[in-house]
């Protein structure tokens, strides 16, 4: 999965699509006929690659999840550095945002191009068709999950691509109508997923039941969650690394604990004009120590820094710490590195997703790192099976089991609470485990924290993003915007 472009190149030959198109639909004259296309497994194939394609420009939902929580600063050069990642950070954004409008506009790249696929799943049969619907439509959860998350109501098509003139027809679903699609789509894939996959960084079963899970916890639907993540926790398809620290490395990528990797390369393409023609991770580029000059790590744009609220969070038995934050000043005493203070400087940087020397990159090194994201890992799911069985009242003892079992892995003493304080507990550990990887932002909204942690939130505003202008407008003002925006 990491040479998405050579398939990609096959694919927009064939269906006229622009990998680096500006439109957020794909926008294409052509009319809904395929003629050409899907007769045999192979353009099915090469349809679904292309389709994966876009989880590779996810790196900015990443980099926004956090920012926009009390994890991180936004940091880079000046406090207009990529201005709109600065107003996120202050929670005073607008819909006008140009990150913002990324994301809406990739995401449903994302979802035209599974869409594509469903809208001639009956063209031509083979064997192996089910496996490659069921990716589909795991793909297809995963974007309409991302626009859901940041944009709340959003417009649902199913098993039709959007083409120029439907957004005047077409209204923004309720987030419910939403996640019902998700749902279906998600129950699909375990029906007609393995567990394995011979193809590295394809959906599993596995991958289509933890993002279920999630899904339902997202709706406070804990016993469904509770139901599916123990599915998938007692199938010993996944464990945790027992070396925390090597998790992020590129030399241990697509490990026992990944549930779902997104799959990076080093291949060129990326320019500042076209960041989602990367076929590498461009986080870890903006995440990196400006102007750096020393050993193991390699510089980068000083943005996404994290708090000293957060680096104070760890415990100091708790060796996550070192994995996930850098602490540049104390390193660069030890080692005799240099490096320039950006914007917001606070000292610290995201180790899990910095560039080390030696990755492989061709063109700009900052846009084209190989560094694969770990988008759901095994201990995310213990955590997410823990809060489902504690908030939805089903058994403290085995939110208790599962979430000491992260904390064993670390060499963590075992917690014996329940009720309020060990959701506290659990929290705290979501929080620790998985900071630096985007989820904290939704999880402070989902749970009620969000305006008691982040400076700036406004209650009945905050909660979702703005649906960027341009959209609006494309739409003909058809779509309403979120409240108080």
């Known amino acids: 999965m990491k040479l998405y472009r050579i398939y990609i190149i096959l694919f927009v030959a064939a269906i006229g699509f622009n990998a680096c198109s500006d439109d957020y639909i794909d926008i294409t004259s052509e009319d809904r006929n395929s003629e050409n296309f899907f007769n045999s497994q192979e353009d099915y194939e090469s349809a679904l690659?292309?389709?994966?394609?876009?989880?590779?420009?996810?790196?900015?939902?990443?980099?926004?999840?956090?920012?926009?929580?009390?994890?991180?600063?936004?940091?880079?050069?000046?406090?207009?550095?990529?201005?709109?990642?600065?107003?996120?950070?202050?929670?005073?954004h607008t819909?006008?945002?140009?990150?913002?409008?990324?994301?809406?506009?990739?995401?449903?790249?994302?979802?035209n191009r599974t869409n594509y696929i469903m809208e001639f799943q009956d063209k031509t049969d083979f064997p192996d068709k089910p496996r490659v619907l069921a990716e589909t439509r795991f793909l297809r959860a995963y974007y309409y999950f991302e626009l859901v998350k940041f944009f709340g109501d959003v417009p649902l098509a199913v098993d039709r691509r959007f083409l120029f003139?439907?957004?005047?027809?077409?209204?923004?679903?309720?987030?419910?109508a939403v996640y019902g699609q998700?749902?279906?789509?998600?129950?699909?894939?375990?029906?007609?997923?393995?567990?394995?996959?011979?193809?590295?960084g394809r959906a599993t079963k596995g991958s289509a039941q933890a993002l279920l899970g999630k899904v339902y916890l997202f709706q406070q639907k804990y016993e469904m969650a509770a139901a599916v993540l123990d599915d998938l926790i007692l199938s010993n398809s996944y464990s945790l690394v027992s070396d925390y620290a090597t998790i992020f490395e590129n030399d241990n990528e697509n490990n026992a604990e990944s549930v779902f990797e997104i799959q990076y390369s080093d291949l060129e393409g990326a320019g500042f004009g076209c960041l989602q023609c990367s076929e590498g991770n461009v986080a870890v580029g903006f995440n990196g120590v400006r102007n750096y000059n020393g050993p193991l790590f390699d510089s980068g744009f000083s943005f996404n820094v994290p708090t000293q609220e957060?680096?104070?969070?760890?415990?100091?038995?708790?060796?996550?710490?070192?994995?996930?934050?850098?602490?540049?000043?104390?390193?660069?005493?030890?080692?005799?590195?240099?490096?320039?203070?950006?914007?917001?400087?606070?000292?610290?940087f995201n180790r899990k997703y910095i560039a080390r020397q030696g990755d492989l990159n061709t063109g700009d090194a900052n846009l084209t790192n190989p560094n694969n994201y770990r988008?759901?890992?095994?201990?995310?799911?213990?955590?997410?099976?823990?809060?489902?069985?504690?908030?939805?009242?089903?058994?403290?003892?085995?939110?208790?089991?599962?979430?000491?079992?992260?904390?064993?892995?670390v060499g963590l003493p075992n917690?014996?609470?329940?009720?309020?304080?060990?959701?506290?507990?659990?929290?705290?550990?979501?929080?620790?485990?998985?900071?630096?990887?985007?989820?904290?932002?939704?999880?402070?909204?989902?749970?009620?924290?969000?305006?008691?942690?982040?400076?700036?939130?406004?209650?009945?505003?905050?909660?979702?993003?703005?649906?960027?202008?341009?959209?609006?407008?494309?739409?003909?003002?058809?779509?309403?915007?979120?409240?108080?925006?």
Do not use: C
Request: no cysteine; aromatic share 10%.
């Open 375 to 409: 988008a759901i890992r095994f201990a995310d799911v213990l955590l997410m099976a823990a809060e489902a069985y504690n908030s939805g009242n089903i058994g403290d003892g085995q939110a208790r089991a599962y979430l000491n079992r992260v904390r064993a892995r």
């Open 310 to 348: 957060v680096v104070n969070l760890f415990s100091t038995a708790d060796p996550r710490k070192n994995t996930a934050i850098l602490d540049i000043n104390a390193f660069a005493a030890t080692n005799g590195a240099t490096f320039s203070i950006g914007f917001e400087h606070t000292g610290y």
């Open 49 to 92: 690659v292309a389709a994966y394609d876009l989880l590779q420009s996810s790196y900015i939902n990443v980099l926004l999840g956090e920012i926009a929580s009390d994890n991180t600063l936004a940091g880079g050069e000046s406090a207009t550095d990529v201005i709109g990642i600065q107003q996120i950070d202050d929670m005073i």
């Open 182 to 200: 998700i749902e279906r789509d998600l129950l699909f894939a375990i029906d007609n997923l393995q567990y394995t996959t011979t193809d590295v």
């Open 165 to 176: 003139g439907d957004q005047f027809d077409v209204d923004r679903s309720p987030k419910a």
């Open 415 to 485: 917690i014996q609470i329940s009720g309020t304080a060990l959701a506290d507990a659990i929290f705290k550990e979501r929080r620790l485990e998985l900071v630096g990887e985007g989820h904290h932002f939704f999880d402070l909204v989902r749970t009620g924290r969000a305006a008691a942690e982040i400076d700036g939130f406004v209650t009945g505003k905050h909660e979702v993003f703005p649906v960027p202008l341009e959209e609006i407008l494309l739409a003909g003002n058809r779509w309403g915007q979120n409240p108080n925006y």
């Open 95 to 111: 819909p006008v945002n140009a990150q913002l409008t990324d994301l809406w506009r990739w995401m449903y790249a994302g979802v």
